[in-house]
């Protein structure tokens, strides 16, 4: 395997006031708040517009997605993206740093995070620790909007990164790749419901294994240092020398093993964009594997 060097996936609230101090700040430099959160629960952009980091925009993640999906969270096409960071000040020369407001510390951050890198972005970073961190340790916040100056940003997508429900259909015959499914362990073996899920039942598809985000991240809210990322990865047999697909509901937390697989030397960590919110609507009834209802969801 040919070892590259590899962008810091993760900053550190430290870094990023200092960068802010020392006005770093522009379109070498921005900030993006990737806060979501469940309907009725908090109001992500509610919360941006009375406080966030000092001159971060808000990415919205509803906005940017393909709209025309059935399922949840697909990728907006490459002209989609490009058109909608570029308004955020974002070109293809900027270091983008990605948070959430989520209190495990990290939530949605790291799925923008893998957004940019899979429409061929590589200068992107998570805030290690989160808004959450930042407030904490006492870091200035803000109510004022940030207006950048709108940017030129070109999309290519890496189909590395990315996987279809026909590739991981074909897989469960080829096992060419592992498959990691990184919900709760309850979702995954179908014997907790689908939080906010009208006609998705839970569990998994059959043959992946269950690594769930939240082990990812220590209780302060951190990612886990690389040495207990690989000690949690051979724990579970995971390779990572070998083809690794992340998968969970809707492609979001999935890109949490993408960050972890990252931070131990694992570049090429796909993500199968539909997840279970697709395979539970589309794939064959063998296929989807719960303990809830009679081994089958």
Same mark, same amino acid.
């Given at each position: 395997?040919?070892?590259?060097?590899?962008?810091?996936?993760?900053?550190?609230?430290?870094?990023?006031?200092?960068?802010?101090?020392?006005?770093?700040?522009?379109?070498?430099?921005?900030?993006?708040?990737?806060?979501?959160?469940?309907?009725?629960?908090?109001?992500?952009?509610?919360?941006?517009? &009375?406080?966030?980091? =000092?001159?971060?925009?808000? #990415?919205?993640?509803?906005?940017? %997605?393909?709209?025309?999906?059935? +399922? /949840?969270?697909?990728?907006?096409?490459?002209?989609?993206?490009?058109?909608?960071?570029?308004?955020?000040?974002?070109?293809?020369?900027?270091?983008?740093?990605?948070?959430?407001?989520?209190?495990?510390?990290?939530?949605?951050?790291?799925?923008?995070?893998?957004?940019?890198?899979?429409?061929?972005?590589?200068?992107?970073?998570?805030?290690?620790?989160?808004?959450?961190?930042?407030?904490?340790?006492?870091?200035?916040?803000?109510? &004022?909007?940030?207006? =950048?100056?709108?940017?030129? #940003?070109?999309?290519?997508?890496? %189909?590395?990164?990315?996987?279809? +429900? /026909?590739?991981?259909?074909?897989?469960?015959?080829?096992?060419?790749?592992?498959?990691?499914?990184?919900?709760?362990?309850?979702?995954?073996?179908?014997?907790?419901?689908?939080?906010?899920?009208?006609?998705?039942?839970?569990?998994?598809?059959?043959?992946?294994?269950?690594?769930?985000?939240?082990?990812?991240?220590?209780?302060?809210?951190?990612?886990?240092?690389?040495?207990?990322?690989?000690?949690?990865?051979?724990?579970?047999?995971?390779?990572?020398?070998?083809?690794?697909?992340?998968?969970?509901?809707?492609?979001?937390?999935?890109?949490?093993?993408?960050?972890?697989?990252?931070?131990?030397?694992?570049?090429?960590?796909?993500?199968?964009?539909?997840?279970?919110?697709?395979?539970?609507?589309?794939?064959?009834?063998?296929?989807?594997?719960?303990?809830?209802?009679?081994?089958?969801?």
């Amino acid at each position: 395997m040919v070892h590259q060097v590899l962008y810091r996936a993760l900053v550190s609230t430290k870094w990023l006031a200092e960068s802010l101090r020392s006005g770093k700040l522009g379109p070498s430099l921005r900030v993006l708040d990737a806060s979501w959160y469940s309907p009725g629960t908090r109001e992500a952009r509610k919360e941006y517009q &009375e406080r966030h980091v =000092p001159g971060a925009s808000f #990415f919205d993640i509803e906005e940017c %997605r393909d709209t025309a999906s059935p +399922y /949840e969270m697909m990728l907006p096409s490459e002209a989609h993206f490009g058109n909608y960071v570029g308004r955020l000040g974002i070109s293809n020369d900027t270091h983008v740093v990605v948070y959430d407001g989520d209190h495990l510390g990290s939530f949605y951050a790291p799925r923008v995070w893998w957004m940019f890198r899979v429409f061929g972005h590589r200068t992107v970073s998570v805030l290690n620790g989160g808004f959450r961190n930042w407030l904490k340790e006492g870091h200035p916040v803000t109510s &004022e909007p940030s207006t =950048p100056e709108p940017a030129v #940003f070109k999309a290519t997508l890496d %189909r590395s990164l990315l996987k279809t +429900y /026909e590739q991981v259909l074909e897989n469960l015959q080829s096992r060419r790749f592992q498959l990691v499914d990184s919900r709760a362990q309850g979702r995954y073996l179908g014997t907790e419901p689908e939080p906010d899920a009208v006609g998705l039942d839970s569990g998994h598809i059959r043959g992946s294994l269950n690594m769930p985000f939240m082990d990812f991240l220590t209780k302060d809210g951190f990612e886990k240092s690389p040495e207990e990322l690989r000690a949690m990865f051979q724990a579970k047999q995971v390779d990572l020398g070998q083809p690794l697909i992340a998968t969970c509901r809707k492609g979001v937390t999935a890109c949490h093993i993408a960050l972890a697989a990252y931070l131990c030397g694992k570049p090429d960590v796909a993500v199968y964009d539909g997840s279970w919110s697709e395979w539970f609507r589309r794939a064959p009834p063998e296929t989807r594997v719960s303990q809830g209802k009679g081994g089958k969801a």
